[in-house]
């Protein structure tokens, strides 16, 4: 809980240097998140943040990124990223715009190799059932390599 803590008033902090607007709800460490810096819940307005950006260098960009889509939202202005009040925002205090790679993003492994009877490779996640399915290129028929 100690970081829980500490967390609520580093976003309580940064959000008063600069937005000049108090934070009023709450600010968790959701393990969960994977590929995302942070996330705002319209509907109780409390912030998501992963915890594996809390340890890097950049991770009070990541704050004021979802500051502005809470501060936006609440003041009833364009709080999405397509807004142009939430673009003109973010670059004003110096949000980051994208969420910086971690590492956690999962790669899909293509386990079933075709080829087809004119030499086109395909590469499947799942299987395909070769009597049924040809090749979508030249519609010839598939062997497993």
Do not use: W
């Not at 999962?106 to 490779?121: A, D, I």
Request: some cysteine; charged content about 30%; hydrophobic content about 30%.
């Amino acid at each position: 809980m100690p970081e829980q803590v500490a967390l609520q008033e580093r976003v309580e902090q940064v959000s008063l240097s600069s937005f000049g607007q108090p934070f009023r709800h709450v600010a968790v460490f959701n393990s969960r998140l994977q590929t995302t810096g942070g996330r705002y819940h319209l509907s109780d307005h409390h912030l998501d943040f992963n915890p594996k950006m809390a340890k890097r260098a950049d991770f009070d960009a990541v704050i004021k990124h979802e500051l502005c889509h809470y501060h936006l939202h609440l003041a009833g202005r364009g709080y999405r990223h397509r807004d142009q009040d939430f673009k003109r925002l973010l670059q004003q205090v110096g949000g980051s715009r994208y969420a910086p790679d971690v590492g956690a993003r999962r790669t899909v492994q293509r386990k079933y190799h075709y080829l087809c009877e004119n030499g086109h490779s395909i590469d499947r996640v799942r299987p395909v059932d070769v009597q049924r399915y040809r090749c979508a290129r030249c519609r010839g028929r598939l062997y497993p390599r």
